[in-house]
Structure formats: structure tokens, C-alpha cells
């Protein structure tokens, strides 16, 4: 896969972007990913069509660099006034607040989920106004909006055995490019109402629907997953100087609403849409995720299947996310945890036997666990300890794998290989 990476450490714009271009797998199609830091992800497809290059984006931006934004996508071989369609994965002025810009230059059809429609008429709970910061939704009236909904007859893709409502037909990209849009399961808390997925295939299936007769690799097919699906959040990994602003201001809202008498709601990640972001994680052997903040980052089920840090460990034996690790010290929990670290490890056989049947050379399933390896990084606290911890069962599972006489000898070569030349830990291994 060819790609041009640009790092740009200039005066303005260019000091909070990487940009990243790809020319996707089988396909005419270019996609260019914008990666803000501070601010929401930007990607962009680009096609020809009747002999014209045009775009179809995946959000649109945060309104801090309405200024500067055009003249950034001109610079990269984006047109503005080519644009077709622009999708908004949700209503957050971080990934919306330049759609109306965009949709200015090119009169490009604005797509978002129905509940979007309440956020464009400014029908918005008080503590989300708070949020706007001075931005106005309702601007987005003056243009074309396309609300996609859940018709029954549109169906369900199911992903890790959870229901994802289809929101209308799949649209063509270019000659072979396939989108799919799917809505966010019920929960009860949510991070917003209108979250919308979308999957990318070169294929006509998409992974997990698609079989191994499918000539189109799990990796060539990508999920733009908005803020569901994060290794990098827009806060927490943030420098400190750049999110005090918004410190700040979230403290100032609070001290507004103790004197109102208007509660905000304590944003706490982990509670929100939890049985999508479950999904989400066991749904698929392979996938690229675009995420909505951070770097694109390879999605397998592996993961949470194989690769237990302790933490998951006590999920799994009932415990919830505020129980102390201390726990699995206790001499009782020791076979427990030996059945479950079985179990892991079958998985983990389970998973590369796919992959091999999937086409994947030994070289190629040592590079696809050599970026997962390195992708367990970033997140403060205990996410950044639980990753650190996958890392160090990814290296242990692999020292067992090149003894295990039950594993085809090439993979065990392989497994001899990273363990030796790629892949290390710290020494405490915790």
C-alpha cells in the first residue's frame, strides 16, 4: 500500500495536522486522512467521476479553523467547490462545525443521522449549548441536509452479535468503493444521539458478513467509527496546555450551573454506548478503524479475546471496572484465572488459523501483530496500564506459541522470530 506522509510544522493550520495520503486496495480511489490535534479527524475519498476528481468526506472539522481550512485541503490536492457529499458521524462542533463552510463552496448534500435534525433547529438540552462555545447549528438550515433513518425494511448488520441499524441503501464511491451507514444501538447513556457509523469495502460484502471466498481482505475494508472507537482520546491525551481551554471552560460551566441550579452531567466514557463499543471490539478478525480523534489503528478481535490485562480478567469474573486488582492475588481466583488465560490462549490460535485462511502469509500475520503490539499505547491511569499489560501478553502468548508442537511450524518460526528480533517488554512484565 502506497502513502504519502506529510508532517508539516509550519506557522497556522499546519502546526495541529498530520495528513496522510492512501490509494485504497484495488481501487482508483484516494483517501486522505487529516488528523487534528486539537479537534476532530477530517477523511476524505477522492474519485473520478464523468471525468472530474471529487470528494465525499467523512466529518467536517471543528469550527476553530474555519480560516484556514480551505486553503489546507486546496494545498492537498482537494478541490472544495468538488465536493459531493459530506457525512457527519455526530453533532459535535468538533466534527461538524465547518460543514456549512464546505457546503457553501460546493454546494455538497449534508448527510447525518435523523436525530441530527434536533441539533440543525436548535432544539438542545441547556448543558449542550454550554459546549457551542458561540457556535450556531442552525446555520446548517441555509443547506442541503439529507437525514438518513432506520426504515424496518433497511435491516440490521449484526457485529460482535449486536443489531447495528442500516440506514438506508449503500452508496457507491467512485467506480469501486462501497459505503455502508449504520446507526448506534439504543443505550442508555450515550456519547451523542445521532452517532452514525460507516464501513467502507472495495467489496460487495462487508467484513463480518463476507466469507473467506471473498478475493478482498478484512484489511482492505475500514470502519470511520467517530468517537465510539478511540485509542487516542480528545482529551486525555492531549497536551496539558492544550486542553486547558477547554478545562476551563468546563469548570466555568459548573460553577454556572451550581449558581443555576442546572446540573451538568458528568461525562464518565466508559459508561456511554457500551454495548456498540463491546460490539465494535469482538465484531471483527481484522478491520482499519479510523477514529474521529488519534491515528488510524488496526481493529481485531484478538484483543479482547487473547490479550487479557488484568483488568479484563476481573470483568470476566464478574467484577465491575472499580474493582481492585489486589483481587486476583487471592489464592482461590489462581485457577480461575489459569481457565480463563486457556481459554485466551486458544483463542489465540483460533484467530491466526483465520487469518491464514484469510490468504495471510506467515510474514504478513508477523506484521499484523507487530502493529497491534505497538498500537497498545496512549489513554492516562489504567488505560494506559491496561495496555501495557496486552503488550505483555501478546510477548508471552507468542514465547508460548513457538513451543507449541500443535502449531503449524511456520507460525511457530514466526512467533521465534518476533520474539527475538521485534517485539519487547519491559522486564517486570506488569
Known sequence: MNQEDKKAYQKGIHTHCKITRT?????????????????????????????TIKHTFVDAGDAIYRNQILNLFTENHIDPTHIERIFITHRHRDHCGLADLLAEKSGATIMAHSAFRDFVEGRLPKHERWWLSGFDPTVFQKYDIQYVEHNHQDGFTNIGGTDFPRLGEPIEIGAQGRLELLGCPDSRVKHSPDQMIILYSPSKQLEP???????????????????????????????FFQRLPRVIRFRRMQIRGWLTGSKI???????????????????????????????????????????????????????????DQVLLANDEMIPKIEALREEAYSHFIDELTVWKDWGYTPDEISDLLIRIFHEQKGGKGSVKRDRMQRKVRLYET????????????????????????HLSVPPSGN
Open 23 to 51: 490509494r485504497l486496495e484495488g481501487t482508483q480511489i484516494d483517501l486522505t486522512d487529516f488528523i487534528f490535534q486539537p479537534g476532530g479527524n477530517v477523511y476524505v475519498f477522492s474519485y473520478e467521476k464523468a471525468g
Open 209 to 239: 458478513e463476507k466469507n473467506k471466498d471473498d478475493p478482498i481482505r478484512p484489511t482492505n475494508d475500514i470502519i470511520f467509527a467517530g468517537d465510539l472507537w478511540l485509542m487516542q482520546g480528545p482529551i486525555f491525551d492531549t497536551p
Open 265 to 323: 452531567p458528568r461525562l464518565n466514557v466508559r459508561e456511554q454506548d457500551v454495548e456498540a463499543k463491546e460490539a465494535l471490539k469482538y465484531g471483527f478478525h481484522l478491520i482499519r478503524v479510523k477514529p474521529g480523534h488519534g491515528e488510524e489503528f488496526l481493529g481485531a478481535r484478538i484483543i479482547p479475546l487473547s490479550l487479557l490485562a488484568d483488568q479484563d480478567l476481573l470483568e470476566h469474573l464478574g467484577y465491575s471496572i472499580h474493582a
Open 398 to 421: 507468542l514465547l508460548r506459541f513457538k513451543k507449541d508442537h500443535a502449531v503449524p511450524e511456520e507460525l511457530r518460526q514466526m512467533a521465534d522470530i518476533l520474539t527475538k528480533s
